[in-house]
C-alpha cells in the first residue's frame, strides 16, 4: 500500500512546465508523505547547502534532478537516513541550476565544496552522478564514489532508455534528453563532457553503481561499470528489480529505498 500511495502521488505530480514550474513539482513529489527536517543553509566552499546528520566523519551528495530542479530539500530524507546508517555528517550543496547557470559553474561549485573537506567520501545521484564523474574525469580524486542511476551518455549506445520510457514512473528519455540540453545544448550531447564513457574514471579508486532494473538509465550505469573496471576501479555493482528511477528519494514508504541506503552507508563507512 505505501508503494501504490507513492505510484498515485508521483502520476499526479508531473515535473514539467517553466524550470520555476518544475522545480516547486520536484519539491511537492520528493517532500511527501512528511516535510523532514530541516537544518539550516550553511555556506561550505563558497556554495550553500545543509548538513544532514552527526559524526566526525563527513561525506557529499551532489543532488540528481537533471541540473535543472532539486536541491538539499528535496533530498532531505534520503539523506538524513543514510547520515544516521553511516553516523558520519552529509552535506548537500545547493547547487546553481541551469538553464540560469552554466554546466561549468555548476562543476565549480560542486568542486569547491568537494575541495573544502578535502576530497570526503562522494554520493551522487542521477544528474549528481554525472557531475561527480565528470569530475573525476577531470582529476579531482575520490576514494569511494556512490553513483546512483547515474546518467552517463546520449550517445545512443543505452537499449534501456527508450525501451523502459513507457514504465518508469520517473524518467523518460525525451524528458531526460530536454532536460540535458537546458543545460548543455542540444549540440554538446555526444561530446565528452556530457557523455562520459569514453573518459578515464581511474580517479576514483572504489566505485559503487547502483541502477533499477527497469529504469530508463539502467545501460547508463552497466555500461559505466564495465569502463569503469577497464579503467581499473574497484566496481561494486548493485542492481534492484522494479524500481522506478530515484526511488531512493523515499526511504518512509520504500522497503527498497531503506535497503538501498544501507548498503550505501557500509560501503561508505568501510
Known amino acids: 500500500m505505501p508503494r501504490l500511495a507513492l505510484e498515485r502521488h508521483i502520476a499526479r505530480t508531473p515535473v514539467e512546465g517553466s524550470?520555476?514550474?518544475?522545480?516547486?513539482?520536484?519539491?511537492?513529489?520528493?517532500?511527501?508523505?512528511?516535510?523532514?527536517?530541516?537544518?539550516?543553509?550553511?555556506?561550505?566552499?563558497?556554495?550553500?547547502?545543509?548538513?544532514?546528520?552527526?559524526?566526525?566523519?563527513?561525506a557529499v551528495w551532489l543532488h540528481g534532478g537533471g541540473y535543472v530542479f532539486g536541491g538539499s530539500d528535496t533530498h532531505a530524507a534520503a539523506v538524513t537516513y543514510l547520515a544516521e546508517k553511516m553516523n558520519a555528517r552529509v552535506y548537500v550543496p545547493d547547487l546553481p541550476l541551469a538553464p540560469e547557470a552554466?554546466?561549468?559553474?555548476i562543476k565549480a561549485a560542486a568542486r569547491g565544496v568537494i575541495d573544502a573537506?578535502?576530497?570526503?567520501?562522494?554520493?551522487?545521484?542521477?544528474?549528481?552522478?554525472?557531475?561527480?564523474?565528470?569530475?573525476?574525469?577531470?582529476?579531482v580524486a575520490m576514494r569511494r564514489l556512490?553513483?546512483?542511476?547515474?546518467?552517463?551518455?546520449?550517445?545512443?549506445?543505452?537499449?534501456t532508455r527508450a525501451a523502459h520510457s513507457d514504465?518508469?514512473?520517473?524518467?523518460?528519455?525525451?524528458?531526460?534528453?530536454?532536460?540535458?540540453?537546458?543545460?548543455?545544448?542540444?549540440?554538446a550531447l555526444v561530446g565528452p563532457e556530457v557523455s562520459l564513457?569514453?573518459?578515464?574514471?581511474?580517479?576514483?579508486?572504489?566505485?559503487?553503481?547502483?541502477?533499477s532494473l527497469s529504469e530508463?538509465?539502467?545501460d547508463d550505469g552497466l555500461l559505466l561499470a564495465r569502463r569503469a573496471a577497464l579503467c581499473g576501479c574497484?566496481?561494486?555493482?548493485?542492481?534492484?528489480?522494479?524500481?522506478?528511477?530515484?526511488?531512493?528519494?523515499?526511504?518512509?514508504?520504500?522497503?527498497?529505498?531503506?535497503?538501498?541506503?544501507?548498503?550505501?552507508?557500509?560501503?561508505?563507512?568501510?
Open 234 to 270: 574497484k566496481v561494486e555493482l548493485h542492481t534492484t528489480a522494479d524500481m522506478f528511477h530515484m526511488w531512493h528519494l523515499w526511504p518512509g514508504p520504500l522497503t527498497e529505498a531503506r535497503a538501498l541506503l544501507v548498503r550505501l552507508a557500509e560501503f561508505l563507512r568501510n
Open 117 to 139: 573537506l578535502n576530497a570526503p567520501a562522494v554520493i551522487g545521484d542521477s544528474a549528481g552522478g554525472h557531475l561527480a564523474l565528470a569530475l573525476v574525469q577531470e582529476g
Open 197 to 211: 564513457l569514453g573518459g578515464d574514471f581511474s580517479g576514483a579508486e572504489h566505485l559503487f553503481i547502483s541502477v
Open 216 to 218: 530508463v538509465l539502467l
Open 167 to 187: 514504465s518508469d514512473l520517473m524518467n523518460d528519455d525525451a524528458q531526460d534528453h530536454a532536460l540535458a540540453e537546458m543545460t548543455f545544448g542540444a549540440d
Open 19 to 58: 524550470p520555476a514550474e518544475m522545480r516547486e513539482a520536484f519539491r511537492r513529489l520528493a517532500l511527501w508523505p512528511d516535510l523532514p527536517a530541516m537544518p539550516k543553509q550553511e555556506t561550505l566552499g563558497g556554495c550553500p547547502g545543509r548538513w544532514f546528520g552527526e559524526g566526525r566523519d563527513a
Open 102 to 105: 552554466s554546466f561549468a559553474e
Open 146 to 159: 556512490a553513483v546512483l542511476s547515474p546518467n552517463t551518455d546520449h550517445t545512443g549506445l543505452s537499449e
